[in-house]
Each structure stands twice: as C-alpha cells, then as structure tokens.
C-alpha cells in the first residue's frame, strides 16, 4: 500500500476524453468520462496490474454554454424600469447578456428579476 500516494490529475478534453496512467505499470487507458462532466470527481482505477489508485478528473473551470433566450431584467441602477434581455451564453462563472438598452454594467451589479427562464436546460 502506498497512503501517501499524491492524487493524480487526468485532464478532460472538450469531447469528455481523458487518458487514465497507471502509475505502477504505466498501463495507458483511455476513458470516456462525459457522466462526470460539470463536477468534480474522482475516480478509483483498478488496473490490469492490480494497482489500485486514485484519479481526480479535471474539466475546464469554465464551460460555456450557448443559449438564446429572452428575458426580462430590473437593474439596480434603473429601479422599476424592465428590460429586454437575451441571455447568449451561460457558465458557472456567470451568464452573457445582451441588452437592447446601452448600459454600463459595474462589477457586482445585480441583475434581478430574470424571467423566461424554464427552457433553461
Ligand atoms: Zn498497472
């Protein structure tokens, strides 16, 4: 047994592919891992070998995804006022809005008051 083994990072590409190194036998297997997509997982790999070690997938921090939907916002500078908005893009990091007003967004500014939003997916 090796306790202290460090955890070992397999970096994820775009289409969910990751390649899986035993770090005994150096056994090189790739994996499909597009279930554990969007969080965080670590994965215990028995190899052919018998070695049994940990994994931990690594995603992008960010995955964007492209939407199109249209909404409605009330901004905290324009109290009251409604706005058109169509949100483009989506990641854990935030969202992309399109507004059909000119608007300087500050840093940290809420957006309240999304609406539309149930065909998020
Ligand atoms: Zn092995």
Not at 13 to 36: G, R
Not at 56 to 80: A, N
Request: net charge positive; charged share 30%.
């Amino acid at each position: 047994m090796e306790p202290n083994t460090p955890l070992r990072r397999s970096f994820v590409s775009s289409d969910d592919q990751t390649v899986i190194v035993c770090p005994n036998c150096k056994f090189v297997k790739p994996l499909s891992v597009s279930q554990f997509r969007d969080r965080k997982h670590i994965l215990q790999i028995k190899c052919k070998c018998g070695h049994t070690f940990k994994v931990q997938l690594e995603f992008r921090r960010y995955i964007r995804k492209k939407v199109d939907l249209e909404g409605e916002c009330d901004l905290d500078s324009t109290k009251g006022e409604k706005w058109k908005v169509t949100l483009v893009d989506i990641s854990f990091g935030g969202v992309c809005l399109e507004l059909d007003i000119l608007h300087n967004f500050k840093v940290g500014e809420q957006v309240a008051q999304l609406g539309d939003m149930s065909s998020v997916k």
